[in-house]
């Protein structure tokens, strides 16, 4: 009885979150299927670990387990792609020179040409991107989710709108329609 | 506002990440700037062109189904799930002196319950307060840098910036610089918390800042223990008659060696004069 009330419970909390858990790890796995196999192993895992979840935001618990559980997927099968960047060598200490001077707002973007933009950044700036613009999260839960300072998540962020800038004004001058 | 500072700000403005002071003054630039404004509308742009529904990737309809199976599968085959156990009202059993010391040892189990729970209670009350103001230092931090108001006096000579603080406080901070021992003392900021306005010094390691609050407080002195946060490490320890809690995005035993010169610094120079 219990056991069945504790997995509606499960699924009421849960469940609701299932559009944002499917698009980060599509967004993190590049990949449909990939996706949906991460997410069924998250929702799993996050089941199994239900008893620690002392209420609070599930979306933000949700999306941890998530998370973790793509990364737990690529190492095992996709190892390449987690060349981790190495963040001290980049590290500037408060680096927040924003943006390039050239102005993207007199251009209207090609979808397309943004999505595969994105989808080609390195992972971990693909993941604070996804989660700010995307989920609409706030940097310090940003920083929980992918476990890194708030300072992190800041200089993550703005590296990734440098190089999606650069690259979108870089197909712009190859003469591709943006 | 200049441009640099409004340009650093401009990220978490449009984020939405920003104190009410900090928005107003970069509005404010914003409307005299057009470069600023320039950048700002780029970001507006790449932000509205990313946050729209054709790259959010909505789950698949079966996906749901799949999910639930998948589930209520797991929780069958894991019938070792903790249940309630069956709840037996424990009196009418047996009779006479039995019964007697029965209820004595319930009496007494009842007493224990109490003076425990109440001793829980206590402690976790302590906790509580406790974590609020690691939440408090954690956010003065943050905030510090996020605004760029890391300093209200930013010299690495602690003779300017101790005498700073003369007015501001009614204690004398212990103002080092640990330059040479690879913390340079980058400046003194005025801050509040707990109540009370307290002292903030910022030292710099590598690319990494750390904000040293130090006030006075009653009580014994404590070794220094170590919270985590959201990423970063806060170490916190009473010496001298002044709490000190000590926070950066460095590793924990980092900050542990930058608390060990601090805490070496205080028994060398007594803090007692003003």
């Known amino acids: 009885m219990q056991a069945r009330n504790s997995t509606a419970y499960f699924e009421q909390v849960v469940l609701p979150h299932l559009d944002a858990a499917y698009n980060l790890a599509r967004w993190l796995t590049r990949n449909d299927q990939d996706a949906e196999d991460v997410v069924q192993e998250a929702y799993l895992r996050a089941f199994k670990f239900f008893t620690n979840f002392r209420g609070g935001d599930s979306r933000t618990w949700l999306l941890t387990i998530v998370r973790n559980t793509c990364y737990t997927w690529l190492r095992q099968n996709r190892r390449d792609e987690l060349t981790m960047f190495d963040e001290e060598l ?22 397309q040409l943004l999505k595969d933009a994105l989808a080609e950044l390195p992972i971990e700036f693909r993941e604070v991107l996804v989660l ?27 590296r990734a709108r440098q190089a999606l800038q650069t690259d979108l004004l870089q197909q712009m001058s190859e003469g591709k329609p943006l | 506002m200049n441009c640099p500072q409004a340009q650093a700000l401009l990220q978490p403005y449009v984020d939405g ?3 009410l002071v900090n928005t107003l003054a970069v509005e404010e630039h914003l409307q005299t700037c057009t470069a600023c404004r320039q950048m700002q509308r780029s970001l507006l742009t790449l932000q509205e062109a990313i946050s729209g529904e054709a790259l959010y990737y909505k789950a698949p309809a079966q996906l ?14 894991a019938p070792d799930r903790p249940r309630l156990p069956a709840f037996r009202l424990p009196v009418f059993q047996g009779s006479g002196a039995f019964q007697q010391w029965r209820w004595v040892s319930v009496a007494a189990a009842l007493v224990i319950v109490a003076l425990v729970g109440w001793g829980v209670g206590y402690t976790q009350h302590t906790a509580t ?32 910036v101790k005498p700073w603080f003369d007015g501001k ?29 307290v002292a903030a010094l910022v030292y710099q390691h590598g690319a990494h800042f750390i904000n040293l609050f130090s006030w006075p407080s009653s009580g014994a002195d404590t070794a220094p223990r170590v919270n985590v946060s959201q990423g970063y490490n806060l170490i916190q320890w009473r010496q001298a008659g002044m709490t ?9 035993d980092e900050l542990q060696g930058f608390v060990k010169l601090q805490q070496q610094t205080v028994t060398a120079t007594p803090t007692t004069y003003k």
């Open chain 2, 244 to 252: 000190y809690w000590a926070v950066s995005d460095m590793s924990a």
């Open chain 2, 64 to 77: 749901q189904k799949r999910l639930q199976l998948a589930i209520r599968d797991a929780n069958q085959r």
């Open chain 1, 90 to 111: 980049h590290n500037s200490p408060v680096d927040c020179a924003v943006l390039n001077p050239e102005l993207l707002f007199e251009h209207s973007i090609d979808l």
């Open chain 2, 169 to 197: 406080l009614d204690f004398a901070p212990n103002v080092q610089d640990l330059a040479q021992t690879g913390f340079p003392l980058v400046g003194g900021r005025l801050d509040y918390l707990d109540g009370r306005p």
């Open chain 1, 132 to 158: 700010r613009e995307l989920e609409g999260l706030a940097y310090k839960e940003i920083a929980r989710i992918a476990d890194i300072p708030i300072g992190t998540v800041m200089s993550r962020l703005n």
């Open chain 2, 17 to 19: 990440e920003l104190d």
């Open chain 2, 129 to 160: 307060l406790d974590d609020a103001l690691a939440q408090e230092v954690l956010a003065s931090h943050v905030r510090s840098l996020m605004a760029t108001h890391l300093t209200d006096v930013a010299s690495s000579d602690h003779h300017t």
